[in-house]
Structures are given as structure tokens and as C-alpha cells.
């Protein structure tokens, strides 16, 4: 039994010890890839700082959901590279100032794929972090892309991800179009619920979301839980 023991906890300094090294293989190369990512958007000085606004989003969202401090951190860094993969995008669709057509729209698509396949063929985050870039396009009644996932088939960080892209991208000014106020991109999220956004996640959005983010915007006391929003106490 003595022998068993120790094999056991030789084992889990092993695996201590290669979680160690996995961390800080990742710490070295993913301020690399953000380099890389705030040079593709600086190709599209109109969106430039979108991935910034989205992982602030995300974050203090998820926050005020009291997700654990680890898989807060992981949505900030999905945040940041969840489009990561419009690096091989050409100027020609990602700089069009009006409407794609069909052709241009399938190539716009395959960002989400290469994005996370650049997170996976670098061993970055995990497949959790992979998925949630993968899926961030999918919508709630199946519309979506690349797979046409529906309702909670998607992942949960694909979800959230969805409704805080929306969110800058109605919120931010885009070629084709001026933006619009905070309190009508929330609006405009929660009336999507169903459709486009998870209808479980769109209240507490709303909730979350009562003022604009700012720099001194900071988590609100109620949070959700399972299926039901509640308040604390």
C-alpha cells in the first residue's frame, strides 16, 4: 500500500510539474499571438480595438455570473483572439465598405475555423477556449456558422460571446453603418433572445448591462445561476 501511495503522489507531482510547464509555455507565446491580433486589426482602423471592447465585455459579464476566477481569465483571453483567425482574410472583403456577396460572405466565415485551429495547433488554451472561438458565430435557432449549431449545443462561452460581439458591433461605428446607443444595443439583444441569443442569458445581460462600461464600471452584486436569475441574499 506504502509503495501505491507514493507512486500516486509521485504521479500528481508530475502532473503539477507538466501544468507548470504548459503555463508557462503559454504565458511566452500568447502576448506573441495578441501582437498578432492587434496587427490584423490594424489592417481596419475602423474596428480597430474591437477584440479589446469584446473581452471587456465578456468579462465583466461573466463576472457579475460568478464564473470562477480561472474560467474568467480563459473568456478574457478568448475575448481577445476570438478573431484571431481574420489574419488570412483578404483586404478586399475584410476593408469592403458595402454589403458582401454570397462569395465574399463564405470567406468572412471561415475566420472562426482558423482561429481556433491556430489556438489548437499551438496548444494555447484548451479545447474549451477552441470551441468557444469556433462557435462564436453560431445563433441560438440554428442559423448560424460554421455548423449550424442550435440552442445549448453551443457552447456556453460561444453564447456569451455571441450576444458581446453583437453588442460592440452595435455600439461601435462601422462602415455601413453609424452606431447605436448603449441602451438600444441592449434592447436589441434581449428582443433577440430565442432567435439569435441564448433567452436564459439575455435578461442578465440586460441586468448586467444597466449603464454603459467604463473604465470604472465594476460587477453588480445580483448574478445568475442555472436557469433562473436571482440576486444575492
Same mark, same amino acid.
Given at each position: 500500500?506504502?509503495?501505491?501511495?507514493?507512486?500516486?503522489?509521485?504521479?500528481? *507531482?508530475? +502532473?503539477?510539474? %507538466?501544468? %507548470?510547464?504548459?503555463?508557462? *509555455?503559454?504565458?511566452?507565446?500568447?502576448?506573441?499571438?495578441l501582437a498578432l491580433s492587434h496587427l490584423m486589426e490594424g489592417r481596419d482602423a475602423v474596428n480597430y480595438g474591437h477584440s479589446r471592447r469584446v473581452a471587456r465585455v465578456v468579462v465583466h459579464f461573466v463576472t457579475f455570473l460568478e464564473w470562477p476566477a480561472d474560467q474568467i481569465k480563459l473568456m478574457n483571453w478568448v475575448g481577445l483572439l476570438h478573431d484571431l483567425g481574420k489574419?488570412? @482574410?483578404?483586404?478586399?472583403? +475584410? +476593408?469592403?465598405?458595402?454589403?458582401?456577396?454570397?462569395?465574399?460572405?463564405?470567406?468572412?466565415? $471561415?475566420?472562426? *475555423?482558423?482561429?481556433?485551429?491556430i489556438l489548437n495547433r499551438l496548444s494555447l488554451l484548451g479545447i474549451e477556449a477552441e470551441d468557444w472561438t $469556433?462557435?462564436?458565430?453560431?445563433?441560438?435557432?440554428?442559423?448560424?456558422?460554421?455548423?449550424?449549431?442550435? *440552442?445549448?449545443?453551443?457552447?456556453?462561452?460561444?453564447r456569451i460571446l455571441a450576444m458581446a460581439d453583437a453588442y460592440d458591433a452595435m455600439t461601435a461605428t462601422r462602415r455601413y453603418r453609424e452606431k447605436i446607443p448603449h441602451w438600444m444595443a441592449v434592447?436589441? @439583444?434581449?428582443?433577440?433572445?430565442?432567435?439569435?441569443?441564448?433567452?436564459? $442569458?439575455?435578461?442578465? #445581460?440586460?441586468?448586467? #448591462?444597466?449603464?454603459? +462600461?467604463?473604465?470604472?464600471?465594476?460587477?453588480q452584486e445580483p448574478h445568475f445561476s442555472g436557469t433562473k436569475f436571482r440576486k444575492n441574499g
Open positions: 500500500m506504502r509503495g501505491i501511495f507514493q507512486g500516486a503522489q509521485e504521479m500528481q *507531482a508530475e +502532473l503539477e510539474e %507538466y501544468k %507548470y510547464r504548459v503555463g508557462m *509555455a503559454r504565458d511566452a507565446v500568447i502576448p506573441a499571438i489574419i488570412i @482574410i483578404p483586404d478586399s472583403v +475584410l +476593408l469592403k465598405q458595402g454589403k458582401f456577396t454570397e462569395e465574399e460572405f463564405e470567406t468572412m466565415k $471561415l475566420h472562426s *475555423a482558423t482561429g481556433a485551429r $469556433l462557435y462564436h458565430h453560431e445563433k441560438w435557432d440554428g442559423s448560424g456558422y460554421p455548423d449550424g449549431l442550435k *440552442a445549448k449545443d453551443i457552447p456556453i462561452g460561444g434592447d436589441e @439583444i434581449v428582443n433577440c433572445g430565442g432567435r439569435q441569443f441564448d433567452p436564459e $442569458l439575455v435578461s442578465p #445581460f440586460a441586468e448586467a #448591462f444597466k449603464l454603459p +462600461l467604463d473604465e470604472e464600471t465594476v460587477p
